[in-house]
C-alpha cells in the first residue's frame, strides 16, 4: 500500500506559472526525495531532504518538509512545457533506502 | 541518465510463464532495489540486494525472486506470472547519500 499521498492528483497550468504539489506521509522519516517521471519512464531524481531540514532549492525547484505536519511541498517556478511529467515523493519509512511512494500528482504545462 | 541500465525495454509473457529481468548499477552502487508500477500508480518496493544478499522485501510472494552478482548487477525473476503482473518494473541503485537513482524500466506485459 503507498504511504504517502499527492495532491493534487492532476494540475494543469499555463507555461510561466508557478505549479505547487503536496505530499503527505504518516510515519516517522529519515528523509524525503522528490521524482519526476515522463509518459511512464524511470524516475528522475529530483531533490532529497532530510528530516533536519526545512527547506531546499535546485534550480527552479524548491522543496519544503514539515515533520510537525508530516507533509512536504514540491514548488516549481516559471513552468515550461518540458515540467509536464508525474511528479512523486517517497519517504523512506520502510527502511534505509526502501522507498515508500505516494500515487503521484500528474503535471501538465499548457503552452 | 542516471547510469543505471535495465534489460529488456519491453516483454510480453503468457500467464503462467517465468520471466528474468536484469539490471546494472551505476558505478559504486553496492545497493539495487526492484520496484513494481501498475498503471496510474506510484512505484511499490518489491525487495532490496545489499552485497549479493536480500536487504529487506516488500508484500510480494515468494515467487518473486532476485540475485545480486559481485559486480551489484542484478535480476528480478517472475514465476507463474498473472495477468496482474503486468505493471513497469524499476531498478534503482543507491548512492552513500540515500538517493536512488532509478533505471529507465522494464514494461511487462502478462497475456
Known amino acids: 500500500s503507498q504511504q504517502g499521498e499527492e495532491d493534487p492528483q492532476a494540475l494543469s497550468i499555463q507555461e510561466g506559472e508557478n505549479a505547487t504539489m503536496n505530499c503527505s506521509y504518516k510515519t516517522s522519516i529519515n528523509n524525503l526525495q522528490w521524482y519526476r517521471q515522463n509518459s511512464g519512464r524511470g524516475l528522475v531524481h529530483l531533490i532529497l531532504i532530510r528530516s533536519n531540514e526545512r527547506e531546499k532549492h535546485s534550480g527552479r525547484l524548491r522543496v519544503t518538509l514539515d515533520t510537525s505536519k508530516k507533509s512536504s511541498s514540491l514548488l516549481i517556478t516559471a513552468s515550461r512545457a518540458a515540467d509536464t511529467a508525474s511528479y512523486f515523493c517517497?519517504?523512506?519509512?520502510?527502511?534505509?533506502?526502501?522507498?515508500?511512494f505516494g500515487q503521484g500528482t500528474r503535471l501538465t504545462i499548457n503552452p | 541518465e542516471t547510469g543505471v541500465t535495465q534489460s529488456p525495454t519491453h516483454l510480453i509473457k503468457t500467464r503462467g510463464q517465468q520471466v528474468t529481468l536484469r539490471c546494472s548499477s551505476q558505478?559504486?552502487?553496492?545497493?539495487v532495489s526492484w520496484y513494481q508500477q501498475a498503471l496510474g500508480q506510484g512505484p511499490q518496493f518489491i525487495f532490496q540486494y545489499y552485497r549479493e544478499e536480500e536487504n529487506g522485501r516488500g508484500n510480494f510472494p515468494p515467487r518473486f525472486s532476485g540475485l545480486q552478482f559481485p559486480n551489484y548487477s542484478s535480476e528480478l525473476n517472475v514465476n507463474a506470472l498473472e495477468l496482474d503482473d503486468s505493471a513497469l518494473y524499476l531498478c534503482?541503485?543507491?548512492?552513500?547519500?540515500?538517493?536512488?537513482?532509478f533505471g529507465p524500466g522494464t514494461r511487462l506485459t502478462v497475456t
Open positions: 558505478s559504486g552502487h553496492n545497493t
Open positions: 534503482a541503485s543507491s548512492s552513500p547519500e540515500d538517493e536512488q537513482y
Open positions: 517517497a519517504t523512506d519509512a520502510g527502511g534505509a533506502q526502501k522507498l515508500v
